[in-house]
């Protein structure tokens, strides 16, 4: 692996479903995030985390959950699906969010709620 | 609060110069990126200032007025690849990035 991967790569979900997103990074980045990319609006965060262990709230955590077992994954989670969480969805690292630190994306999930 | 604007879309011609402005407003400020992200791919960064000026980097070129809550991204001698839409971000006071909603640049032959 090099740098971050996502998985699925796109995924059509009925509403009301359970979904995960996967998110990996070999980077060995502290600070990962969570983003959704709607048209005509600038990304936005949904949850991130500093470092393992720890997770804090976005500009747009509702109906979301993250987890962060470890520094390499940071999994999201749809517990109960809607339509407007069709969007597409991208994670980030960066080496610390102690500083100006470049973020780095992964190649993004198109999800799809019906 | 804050606010990031940034036009919705520019068209430039091929080996031409093209100059994307970005105008913010906030209360805490830790620098400015910019990104280039292609249709369905993610974001890659281009850019960083956090100080008053012009930075060069090949191509590209960054400007940040930090007093006048300004910056652009020039291109220069553009390329067909360089079709794109370009994200800018300011870094807040708790270094989270705020992101503009990007211009779609568009290259003509």
């Known amino acids: 692996i090099a740098g971050i991967t996502q998985a699925p790569t796109s995924q059509i979900l009925a509403a009301g479903r359970r979904m995960t997103l996967r998110c990996t990074q070999d980077?060995?980045?502290?600070?990962m995030y969570w983003y959704r990319q709607d048209l005509g609006l600038g990304l936005r965060l949904i949850h991130y985390?500093?470092?393992?262990?720890?997770?804090g709230k976005g500009e747009v955590p509702d109906g979301y959950s993250v987890s962060r077992a470890n520094t390499d994954d940071f999994p999201l989670t749809l517990a109960s699906a809607v339509p407007s969480q069709t969007s597409v969805y991208f994670c980030?690292?960066?080496?610390?969010?102690?500083?100006?630190?470049?973020?780095?994306f992964g190649p993004g999930t198109r999800l799809t709620v019906l | 609060g804050q606010n990031i604007d940034q036009p919705t879309e520019m068209t430039a011609t091929e080996g031409a110069i093209v100059q994307i402005n970005c105008t913010y407003q906030t209360s805490g400020f830790n620098g400015l990126f910019w990104y280039q992200q292609h249709a369905g791919e993610a974001p890659t960064f281009l850019s960083y200032n956090v100080l008053d000026g012009l930075e060069e980097k090949g191509r590209f070129s960054s400007f940040l007025s930090r007093s006048k809550g300004y910056s652009y991204l020039l291109l220069k001698e553009l390329q067909m690849k360089d079709s794109a839409s370009y994200l800018c971000a300011l870094m807040d006071s708790n270094y989270q990035l705020i992101w503009g909603a990007g211009t779609k640049l568009i290259i003509k032959p």
């Open positions: 980077m060995r980045h502290n600070a």
């Open positions: 980030a690292s960066s080496d610390s969010n102690l500083g100006a630190d470049t973020q780095y």
């Open positions: 985390s500093n470092t393992a262990g720890t997770t």
